[in-house]
Structures are given as structure tokens and as C-alpha cells.
Nanobody, 121 residues
Framework: QVQLVESGGGLVQAGGSLRLSCTAS????????MGWYRQAPGNQRELVAA???????NYAESVKGRFTISRDNAKNTVSLQMNRLKHEDTADYYC???????????????WGQGTQVTVSA
């Protein structure tokens, strides 16, 4: 099992910034990916940004140039710096940890509880 503790989020005006952080603990895999997803009311959960412990990153097109994901492998922590926030960034943001086991050739996914981000227009 992997436990995820999220922090950050809140209410901000459009154009402002917020920072989300997520720390994983427990059965940390040698090969893993940590990232942030978001879900707005009535919408499906979507990828915002993710990073592997090897340093590869992936961003949604809608956040490129505004959001930056970073990771501290020693602390198993991933952060998402969100700048120039827009009203349409309003959503519940979820941290996701995905670990790959070579023994079982399977990926194991864990989700945080979610943190709310509200951007006022």
C-alpha cells in the first residue's frame, strides 16, 4: 500500500498562483510515476501533469507554460506550481501514484483524497 498526503489548494483570483504538494509513503516502488489529475463538476478526471522518478514529465496542453511539476525523489514528494491561473482551472485536484512491479509485471495505482482549487473570474 502507498499512502498519499496532499497539501495546497484553495481560492485564488484569476491570474494568481497556487502550489500543490503530495508526499507518498509506504511501499514505494523502484519505478514509479507521480502526478496530478483534476476533475471539474460534470467532467471526467483528466491528467494535469505527471513525472517519473527518472525525470520524464508530461503536461496537459491546457496547462503547458503555466504549470510546472517538480519532484523530490528523496522525499517522494511531487509539487505542482500553478501560475496564471484561469477560471477554467477550477476543479478538485488529485495526486496519483503509480508504481510498476517487475515481479508481477503490473502497475499499481493509488489516489489521494483530493484538494479543491477555485479560481475566481
Amino acid at each position: 500500500q502507498v499512502q498519499l498526503v496532499e497539501s495546497g489548494g484553495g481560492l485564488v483570483q484569476a491570474g494568481g498562483s497556487l502550489r500543490l504538494s503530495c508526499t507518498a509513503s509506504g511501499n514505494i516502488f523502484r519505478t514509479d510515476t507521480m502526478g496530478w489529475y483534476r476533475q471539474a463538476p460534470g467532467n471526467q478526471r483528466e491528467l494535469v501533469a505527471a513525472t517519473t522518478n527518472g525525470g520524464r514529465t508530461n503536461y496537459a496542453e491546457s496547462v503547458k507554460g503555466r504549470f510546472t511539476i517538480s519532484r523530490d525523489n528523496a522525499k517522494n514528494t511531487v509539487s505542482l506550481q500553478m501560475n496564471r491561473l484561469k477560471h477554467e482551472d477550477t476543479a478538485d485536484y488529485y495526486c496519483k501514484y503509480s508504481g510498476y512491479s517487475s515481479a508481477t509485471d503490473r502497475q499499481y495505482d493509488y489516489w489521494g483524497q483530493g484538494t479543491q482549487v477555485t479560481v475566481s473570474a
